[in-house]
């Protein structure tokens, strides 16, 4: 459904932009908020949401952007306010932290500003007009299927959680569901916030802690290669390392046979891009735009690690 989409704002975007009068596309200032490229992921999403401006610069001119990328929960805030006081007629916004975005965002949404959230969402719903993601729940059950799979008779294994987010909670929710009923252990869960300096530490911490660790949920291939690293370092031996995203770096390591990993969740910094494509079009072009829009998140494994891989992407 998400190609199908994606196809669709393509062609329109050709059409509109090609054979409409710019009297056609409605005069509007889009405002996009999101975290600065502290680790690979958010690296990639800022690489992305600038190709897709000046694409959507191009083919419509009439509209305007103002993008603002922010180094915390605190800064992201204050760039709203900001955004806001430029008088902005819509907003897409990954919100750094769910909790304290949710209420300058819902301001917002009361002074009719359109809202579009993208991936980590919002600590309220029905504030958003339009959102984008991944399937998180299917993103914590693919986990745990995985771990299911590699220990069928049972293993200990320890967490790694991302920033105190929606989706962070509702993938770690899938995730203790699906493993309901099985002889797999969970040692631990600590916040090792999608980064792979606070993965190599707290990996660290595990590894004192705990005598036998068969395997690592992650939840990210940032904190996964910090997690790599701390077990190289304690030479510990036979313990799966399972990330989530679909890093190049990561997939790579899937492709060949790594001994830590032979497996990936994914979850790419490409949402960002239909967002700000929806979001335009329904500017240029006057369509209704809202509801929801989610890309799965399927598990990558050697047999189909060549469809995940792209050499040249910067993430």
Do not use: C
Not at 19 to 29: G, M, R, T
Not at 291 to 315: C, Q, W
């Amino acid at each position: 459904m998400f190609n199908r989409l994606k196809t669709f704002i393509a062609a329109g975007a050709v059409a509109v932009a090609g054979l409409a009068s710019p009297a056609l596309a409605a005069d509007a200032v889009i405002g996009i908020s999101i975290p600065a490229a502290t680790h690979g992921w958010t690296g990639g999403l800022n690489y992305h949401t600038k190709r897709t401006i000046d694409r959507m610069k191009e083919a419509f001119p009439n509209i305007d952007f103002v993008l603002a990328t922010s180094s915390s929960a605190t800064q992201q805030v204050n760039d709203i306010e900001d955004l806001m006081a430029r008088n902005i007629n819509a907003l897409v916004v990954l919100p750094f932290e769910s909790d304290p975005l949710t209420e300058p965002v819902k301001a917002a949404k009361a002074k009719g500003v359109f809202i579009a959230t993208v991936d980590r969402g919002l600590a309220e719903e029905g504030i958003e007009d339009l959102y984008v993601g991944g399937d998180n729940p299917q993103y914590g059950k693919a986990a745990a299927e995985y771990f299911k799979k590699k220990f069928p008779d049972g293993g200990k294994i320890v967490v790694m959680r991302g920033i105190p987010t929606a989706i962070d909670n509702i993938r770690i929710e899938a995730f203790n569901e699906a493993l309901k009923g099985t002889k797999i252990e969970v040692l631990d869960m600590q916040y090792a916030n999608w980064n792979p300096d606070k993965g190599f530490e707290v990996m660290q911490d595990y590894l004192q802690r705990f005598p036998q660790i068969d395997g690592v949920w992650a939840g990210d291939d940032d904190a996964a290669l910090g997690a790599i690293e701390a077990i190289k370092q304690a030479d510990r031996k036979n313990v799966a390392v399972l990330g989530g995203s679909g890093m190049n770096k990561v997939i790579k390591l899937v492709q060949d046979g790594h001994d830590m990993v032979d497996a990936d969740i994914f979850y790419p910094p490409t949402l960002i891009i239909p967002a700000i494509e929806l979001v335009t079009m329904k500017y240029a072009t006057q369509a209704p735009i809202n509801g929801r829009y989610v890309l799965g998140s399927p598990l990558i494994t050697k047999d189909n690690a060549a469809e995940y891989y792209f050499p040249d992407a910067p993430y």
